[in-house]
């Protein structure tokens, strides 16, 4: 097993959602740290923990943005830290998992399974190591307390429900 520090300037933590029933909203949390103790090509022992800071919320709008910081959603005052702990990883494939674990937003915590792979492992320009992994899942918002929404004129509401989290993960050994 290896140590791998994430690489923020190659990775990202995204989150789409259903907007008024017709779009999609997206967006990201810029700002995350990762606890991985591994061997990249085999998983299935391996220690993963995301902490991930709620206030780096980014969807491209500031008022969205402070919306969501406030108690109407992550009450990032109270709340201020997402985590994820893997407590189960499964290889399915070639390079492919199910990773899992426990994900607590605000004071909820639920068990939540991403579908994961190996990108692969190259070397830098600069000579490091470099690993590779895609993640996603898809969450009900609901489940985490996340109940804000507002009814729509012509029928539907403003938010959906259904949250897609996708986790592009470039990490070097520690």
Not at 122 to 146: H, M
């Amino acid at each position: 097993m290896t140590k791998y520090n994430v690489d923020q300037a190659h990775s990202h933590l995204g989150f789409q959602v259903k907007h008024m029933m017709i779009s999609k909203v997206k967006g990201n949390f810029g700002s995350f740290t990762a606890d991985i103790d591994a061997n990249p090509e085999d998983l299935t022992g391996a220690s993963i923990k995301f902490v991930i800071d709620v206030a780096s919320v980014n969807s491209n709008n500031e008022d969205r943005d402070n919306h969501l910081k406030s108690g109407e959603f992550f009450d990032v005052e109270q709340f201020p830290k997402m985590t994820f702990v893997a407590t189960n990883i499964k290889s399915t494939g070639d390079g492919e998992y199910e990773i899992t674990g426990d994900f607590t937003i605000k004071d909820v915590t639920k068990s939540v399974t991403f579908e994961a792979e190996y990108g692969g492992k190259g070397t830098n320009p600069w000579g490091q190591e470099v690993v590779g992994f895609e993640a996603e899942t898809k969450i009900n918002r609901k489940d985490f307390g996340l109940t804000w929404n507002a009814a729509l004129e012509t029928g539907g509401v403003l938010v959906g429900d259904d949250i897609k989290i996708n986790i592009e993960l470039e990490a070097n050994p520690a």
